[in-house]
C-alpha cells in the first residue's frame, strides 16, 4: 500500500477500512472508530512473504467494541498456477472472512473476542509474477481502493 490509499472491504465479519500513512502506519477503521498501528518490515519470508506485519503485543488499542489489539499484516503471495492461488484462497477463507477480486487483491478480516483481537490481512496474489486477471469465485463489488494523491 502506498500512503493515502484506502482499501476498504465488505466481509461476513463486517467493513474494514485500512488507510496507509507514512512509514508503513495503517489505521483500521470499522464500526465507526479508527485504530492505529505501524508494522514493522519483515526480514525474513513468513509462509512466503515478506510484507510486513504487527503482532499486536498486550492491549495496546482503546477498547471498542470488545476489541483492545489489532494482529495485523500484509504483503505478497506467488504462485506457479492459478490452481495454487485457489488452494491458498480456499485456506485463507478459512481462518477468516476473506474476499478477493479478479487481479489478486485480498482482504481477510475477522474478530477474535475471548482474545479481544482484531485481524486483518491484506495480500496481493501473483500468478508467475503477474496478477490475474481472473480469480474463481472472486468478488470485485467487495473491495474498493481509493488513492488520495490520485484524488
Known sequence: MRPGMTITAQTKT??????????LKRTYTWEGASRSATLDPRTERW????????PGPGEHWAEHNGITRGVLQ?????FESEQQATGWLQKQSTYYPTVYRDDGLVVSFGKVLPRRQLNVEVWQV????????????????KISVTDAKLQ
Open 14 to 23: 463486517g467493513t474494514i477500512a485500512i488507510t496507509a500513512g507514512p512509514d
Open 47 to 54: 509462509y512466503g512473504s515478506l510484507g510486513a506485519y504487527y
Open 74 to 78: 500484509e504483503g505478497q503471495q506467488h
Open 126 to 141: 501473483l500468478i508467475k509474477g503477474e496478477k490475474p486477471q481472473k480469480l474463481p469465485d472472486s468478488d470485485n463489488s
